[in-house]
């Protein structure tokens, strides 16, 4: 079954601390995203990628990093820089560069800063 | 700069009544627009979607309308049934956002007995 795999589903960090969150998509999608939820604030775009080896920040990309080394992977890490990272976050893929199909989501990982 | 916007917060219909969620956007350039669907702890999945093109699409129960002029849109869902409780979002992309989506702040369904 195709589909995107987010892990783990539940993550704590410390403060001062860097955390990656993995997602794995085998779709054969070109583009991936990671967006990030928070109550009253629906989705809001971090980064997305359109193609491996290359990626774009969203519109609240600091504190965040990225990498796109393989079609599949687009791992994103929370670094010490984000002020306020306890948030659940989603990754979603699509099908091709500059179309619209619409986007095929992760489950989700909830990250909660202790 | 919220470009993509749902007013309502929350929404409570019957069982068997209409639902209607609504949309509004701001940016002319959006040619294509979705609704998502979502459960609390999980990924959105996606529901029904419109071309600019078009004034109307239907799926099932599910019937999203589109007004360009007043850059609206709206969701209807007839009739609703308790699993369509659910937080539902409005998405919206165009030219030159290559895929990009851009989701707004979500409407929360309670579909009571």
């Known amino acids: 079954d195709g589909g995107i795999t987010q892990s783990p589903k539940y993550l704590f960090r410390k403060e001062g601390q860097n955390v990656t969150l993995s997602c794995e998509q085998n779709l054969n999608h070109d583009a991936m995203y990671w967006y990030r939820q928070d109550p009253g604030q629906g989705l809001r775009l971090i980064y997305y990628s359109q193609i491996v080896n290359d990626f774009q920040k969203g519109d609240i990309a600091e504190g965040y990093s990225v990498s796109r080394e393989k079609k599949e992977s687009f791992p994103l890490t929370v670094t010490s820089a984000q002020k306020n990272p306890t948030a659940f976050y989603l990754c979603?893929?699509?099908?091709?560069?500059?179309?619209?199909?619409?986007?095929?989501f992760g489950s989700g990982t909830r990250l909660t800063v202790v | 700069d919220q470009q993509v916007k749902q007013n309502s917060p929350s929404l409570s219909v019957q069982e068997g009544r209409i639902s209607i969620l609504n949309c509004d956007y701001t940016?002319?350039?959006?040619?294509?627009f979705l609704w998502y669907k979502k459960y609390p702890a999980e990924g959105p999945t996606f529901l029904i979607s419109i071309s600019s093109i078009k004034d109307k699409n239907e799926d099932g129960r599910f019937t999203v309308f589109l007004n360009k002029s007043a850059k609206h849109l709206s969701l209807h869902i007839v009739p609703s049934q308790p699993g369509d409780s659910a937080v539902y979002f409005c998405?919206?992309?165009?030219?030159?956002?290559?895929?990009?989506?851009?989701f707004g702040t979500g409407t929360r369904l309670q579909v009571t007995l």
């Open positions: 979603a893929s699509s099908p091709d560069r500059g179309k619209n199909y619409g986007y095929t």
């Open positions: 940016n002319s350039m959006f040619d294509y």
């Open positions: 998405a919206a992309s165009g030219t030159g956002t290559a895929s990009k989506l851009t």
